[in-house]
């Protein structure tokens, strides 16, 4: 059996709330759809995190669209929840993906944990756990987060061992879960730990003389994970914000066999590109020459400004160009070499802080499409405190 292994599609994702990623997802998801029909996949599992609680119903109907002529032509679908995903919705899903009535035997919407067999292999499927109720026959009271989260990884543990003790041992077996295992390195390339969460130790893996494969999501880096069969992350299917930016993205091709362990073929994917700009005020009119493909990235500007450049029209220049080539951009800071006023030379009169709030302004709101209306709105307000103080002095 051959499987298409990804993860962490995050449907509904917007950026700094407003910049939807609808596009670029969906259009992924095709690629990899296509993938799976030239490499001739039997079953294309999403392992949990297919969605964000933001739009789910129209990404539902949008995803059972896309995923309807590949059905039609023969390929499984299984998805599961992550910590992400509502699992009232998962309840649902079936109804919700509007694939004709023959289709619905392809598709496994899975939102609790199960074990099913599809083409001979046996599938244990694990969605990110319910804590309270992995706690409740342990009865176990653990002081403090660390202790709790270490409690509840050995719950965990022990919920897999018992799912394994019930696979046929005729027939080959994998694992799908979404969870963190010891070891892993996140976006922040820090080795993730009990106070992060339900956390399994690399030692604890189940494994079983048939288990062919372990499948993992939660994780957006794809990763092999040292175990006695092979175990990956798959990673997400996109760049999903800054902090992702260097990331390269995959798919897993995994070929089962009827004996012995899985073969594992990562696929890289096309990604969008995020990036981190610094270059000097003098350049601002040359962004989009020296990144022609910015209009279809994401960015965060760091700016030089000389001591003749002044901020708040720097970042007003920015704003300009960002609405007039319909740019997404993260952030803009301006970085000034203008000397720094002693405290002694600071007065007390309102317009001397004229340029903290409208630095402050831009720095929190430069996103809004307002701004600009904004900025007349806060000088207006200043000129008014201004004239009331001066009335209250003369």
């Known amino acids: 059996m051959r499987i298409l292994h990804t993860s962490d599609w995050h449907l509904g994702t917007a950026l700094r709330g407003h910049h939807d ?26 392992a949990g995190d ?3 609680r933001r739009n789910m119903l129209e990404s539902t109907k949008q995803l059972a669209q896309l995923l309807s002529p ?9 998805m599961f929840p992550g910590n992400h995903d509502d699992k009232e919705h998962f309840y649902m899903m079936r109804a919700l993906l509007s694939v004709e009535e023959k289709q619905r035997e392809q598709i496994y919407i899975i939102d609790k944990n199960e074990l099913v067999t599809i083409n001979e292999v046996q ?6 756990p319910n804590i309270p109720e992995l706690l409740e026959p342990y009865k176990i009271e653990a002081s403090g987060a660390k202790n709790r989260n270490a409690v509840l990884s050995k719950a965990y543990a022990t919920l897999l061992d018992s799912l394994l003790a019930s696979l046929d041992p005729n027939l080959p077996a994998v694992l799908f879960a979404h969870l963190s295992i010891s070891g892993v390195i996140s ?8 106070d992060e969460g339900i956390l399994m130790e690399r030692t604890a893996l189940p494994y079983a003389p048939n288990l062919a494969y372990i499948g993992l999501g939660h994780i957006h880096q794809c990763q092999k994970i040292p175990h006695r069969v092979p175990c990956y992350y798959s990673g997400s299917i996109e760049r999903m914000d800054m902090g992702e930016r260097d990331d390269e993205k995959f798919v897993l091709l995994v070929d089962i066999p009827s004996k012995g362990v899985a073969n594992v073929t990562q696929i890289p994917l096309s990604v969008t590109r995020f990036y981190d700009i610094s270059l000097n005020a003098s350049e601002l009119e040359n962004l989009l020459e020296l990144y022609p493909d910015l209009a279809q990235s994401f960015f965060r500007l760091n700016i030089d400004c000389e001591i003749d450049d002044e901020p708040i029209a720097v970042q007003r220049r920015v704003k300009e160009l960002v609405d007039k080539f319909s740019l997404r951009c993260l ?9 720094i006023v002693s405290k002694r030379d600071i007065t007390k009169s309102p317009q001397d802080y004229a340029k903290t709030v409208l630095d402050y302004l831009y720095e929190k709101h430069f996103e809004d499409s307002d701004i600009l209306a904004l900025e007349e709105r806060t000088k207006f307000l200043m000129q008014e405190v201004n004239n009331a103080l001066a009335k209250n002095s003369a």
């Open 123 to 128: 599938f244990i499927i694990v969605p990110y």
């Open 331 to 339: 952030d803009v800071v301006c970085i000034s070499n203008q000397p």
């Open 21 to 46: 990623r609808r596009d670029e997802l969906f259009t992924q998801i095709e690629r990899i759809c296509q993938l799976a029909e030239q490499h001739k996949v039997n079953l294309l599992v999403a």
């Open 70 to 78: 590949y059905i039609r032509r023969g390929l499984k679908v299984l």
């Open 50 to 52: 297919v969605f964000v």
């Open 187 to 194: 976006r922040s390339e820090k080795e993730v730990n009990y």
